[in-house]
Each structure stands twice: as structure tokens, then as C-alpha cells.
């Protein structure tokens, strides 16, 4: 089998888990030959994992991204796990050394930097992946499958809420670069809300219009968000709802999908699939009743498994379409991160400016509202 050489940047949290799947041997294609460990810390918790995987290969420390590019012999990819606003300027020069780029998310902090970082990587011919490992939740796929398929007729109406992501003060301190505009280029919805609004896109599309109430700040003192609410409309009047918190106790993961042939209604991990007797709309032209009487349905109910989170299988396929030299191969390619990034500016932009605003936004004028809002920080 092929192995990819990879190196890391951006060893914090996820960056370290993504470390010891590599070393322990739980991504058969991919090895790790190098990270960059900036503090004595970091290079003392890399030394221990080296020690408690000893048959791996050998990892060159990198005290500086500097030195990881002055090296870059050592690796064919690089995976960036450092704060959004970094994304951008790392893969670009990751791309001008012909490296493929695995990005956790997001790309970066606008819409503007995820095109950047697209072309570039067409542009060098390389291999850039995300990791949108929620992709692969199967709850998901089954949802995208019957949409696919039409089980549910013509869309007419969505609505997402979701508080799984509960976060405290003492997250939010926990780095001088979180929550916060200047440093993150926003709160929850571009943080927490990376992955709903790439599965959001994923399943259903992009809208036409975007209308976004954001208190901003309304659990917390600073500037940014930490709860959101946007209201969109697509094409043929399928209306949707999409409500973010990151300030409610209580775990909450509900999504309901309405549609003239049926209903799914998703809460966590319990599916229920409603299918109709009969088209709706042909229902509502048609019967001779005032209401639902002759019309029924079919349920479906079906309990998905907890199961740990699928970045094993992520990185997998990313070295793959790399040994194959396929981006068609990946489960996120880095060209859809625009997507994400489009509805997360947009809903800023629509809240900043109290108005409805129609997609594509012009990047360069969500450029001059995000700095007026860094501005408001200092």
C-alpha cells in the first residue's frame, strides 16, 4: 500500500488526536514525519506519544512553519489545525511547494480567503481537503439518500435547531484567539457552526436570500455571536430555518424536512421518516374534505448507534485521492468550504446590516464590515 508522508501544523486539541491516530497506525495510507511543536509543552507531549508509539516512523520537530516549508522534502501533504485566520496564508504556501492540504475547519475566517484557497490548489494541480467529518455521520447519509431519491416530493420547508455545542467562559478564555472577530472571524456560527452549515449546503443547497437575527454576545460579554438565527428562502419558495446556541444547557439536535410526499424529523440520533399516501399539494387541489381526513401516512423509525467521531476515515480518504491523484475521490473537497463560508458571512452580513440580503455576497464589502467589527473589539 501507498503511504502518504504528512506533516502537521497546529498542535492543540485536535491537532494532537489527529497525531496519535496517525502514529498508532489507524490510518493505514498516511504516516506522520513531522509537526510543528512551537513550546517546550508541545514538544514534551509529542516526545511522549513517540515513546508510546514506538514502531512508528520517525517525526522531525518543527519549531517554527517556517522551518516546516525549509523542509518540505520531508513530506508530500501537510494538515492544518491552527486558528482560522492562519488557514489561508499556510496553504497557500503549502500549494506553491506542489503539497496537498488536509484543513480542518474552517477554511478560513470569509468567503474570500476559501476562494483563494481553492483556486490555488487547482492551480498547483494538488489534492485540498477538509475535514467535514460529520460527511460521514450515517443519520446524514440516510437523509441525503431520500432526498436524492425524491421520497419526500418537492421541498417545502426546513427547520434546524441545535444546542449541542454548549460552550462556558472558561472556553471561551481559553485562547486569545477565540470568540472573538479579530481573531477567529467570529463566534459560534463560524466555529460550532462550521460543520451544521457544510452539512446544511451538503443536503439541501444554497438559498437565494438570507435574513440573520444574531444577538450578539447575549451569554456573554464580547462582540461576537454565540447564538444565531437565520431564515432563508431557496428557489420555488422552499423556505427554511436555521437556529444555532451555544448558551443552553440542554443537548438539543432537531431537524425537520417537509416535503409534499413525506416528512423526516430527526432528534439526535432517532430518525423518523413519514411517507404520505398521496402527494400533498395533489391532495390539497383535489379532495373533497376540509382537511387531512383521506390523507395518511406511512412511519419509519430508525435508531442510529452513537459512534466515535469518523476523523480516522477522513484522513483516510484524503490520502487516497492523493495516491490516486483523484480530488473527485474526497468526501469534502476544499472547493465546497466556500459554501459553508458564504452562508456563515452572509448571515453576518445580513445581521450587521438588519437587512435580507441575496447570495453571493460581494466579498469585498463583507472584507470592510469584518473589519469595522475587529475595529469594535479593540
Not at 451538503?202 to 461576537?224: C, H, Q, R, S
Request: glycine share 6%.
Amino acid at each position: 500500500m501507498a503511504i502518504i508522508k504528512t506533516a502537521l501544523i497546529g498542535f492543540g486539541g485536535m491537532g494532537r488526536k489527529y497525531v496519535e491516530m496517525i502514529m498508532a497506525g489507524k490510518v493505514a495510507n498516511m504516516s506522520l514525519v513531522g509537526v510543528v511543536a512551537r513550546h517546550d509543552e508541545a514538544r514534551a507531549h509529542l516526545a511522549s506519544l513517540v515513546e508510546k508509539y514506538p514502531n512508528a516512523p520517525k517525526v522531525a520537530v518543527y519549531e517554527s512553519e517556517d522551518a516546516m516549508f525549509e523542509n518540505a522534502s520531508d513530506y508530500d501533504a501537510i494538515i492544518i489545525v491552527t486558528p482560522h485566520k492562519t488557514h489561508e496564508s499556510i496553504a497557500l504556501r503549502a500549494f506553491k511547494l506542489k503539497k496537498h492540504v488536509m484543513c480542518d475547519k474552517p477554511a478560513g475566517a470569509t468567503i474570500g480567503e476559501a476562494m483563494r484557497m481553492s483556486e490555488a490548489s487547482k492551480q498547483a494541480d494538488c489534492i485540498y481537503g477538509m475535514i467535514f467529518h460529520q460527511r460521514l455521520y450515517p443519520k446524514y447519509n440516510k437523509i441525503k439518500e431520500l432526498l436524492n431519491n425524491g421520497e419526500l416530493g418537492k421541498l417545502s420547508r426546513i427547520m434546524l435547531v441545535n444546542s449541542r455545542y454548549f460552550r462556558t467562559k472558561h472556553y471561551h478564555d481559553s485562547g486569545s484567539w477565540r470568540s472573538s472577530f479579530s481573531g477567529e472571524g467570529g463566534g459560534a456560527l463560524i466555529n460550532q457552526g462550521a460543520h451544521i452549515l457544510d452539512i446544511w449546503q451538503w443536503l439541501f443547497g444554497m438559498p437565494k436570500t438570507v435574513y440573520a437575527d444574531i444577538p450578539f454576545g447575549k451569554y456573554n460579554d464580547f462582540e461576537v455571536d454565540d447564538e444565531a438565527t437565520i431564515m432563508m428562502r431557496y428557489a420555488d419558495d422552499l423556505t427554511a430555518v436555521f437556529m444555532l446556541t451555544t448558551g443552553e444547557a440542554i443537548w438539543q439536535e432537531h431537524l425537520e424536512i417537509t416535503g409534499t410526499k413525506g416528512k423526516i424529523l430527526l432528534e439526535d440520533d432517532k430518525l423518523c421518516i413519514y411517507r404520505y399516501s398521496v402527494d400533498s399539494n395533489e391532495y390539497i387541489k383535489n379532495a373533497d374534505t376540509n382537511s387531512r381526513e383521506g390523507l395518511s401516512y406511512e412511519e419509519e423509525v430508525i435508531q442510529f448507534e452513537k459512534a466515535i467521531e469518523p476523523y480516522e476515515p477522513m484522513l483516510y480518504n484524503f490520502a487516497e485521492a492523493v495516491i490516486n491523484n483523484d480530488p473527485t475521490q474526497l468526501i469534502a473537497p476544499g472547493s465546497e468550504a466556500v459554501n459553508q463560508l458564504m452562508l456563515t458571512n452572509a448571515a453576518y452580513y445580513s445581521a450587521w446590516l438588519g437587512e435580507n440580503v441575496e447570495l453571493p455576497i460581494d466579498e469585498n464589502k463583507y472584507d470592510r464590515l469584518l473589519k469595522e467589527a475587529c475595529q469594535r473589539e479593540n
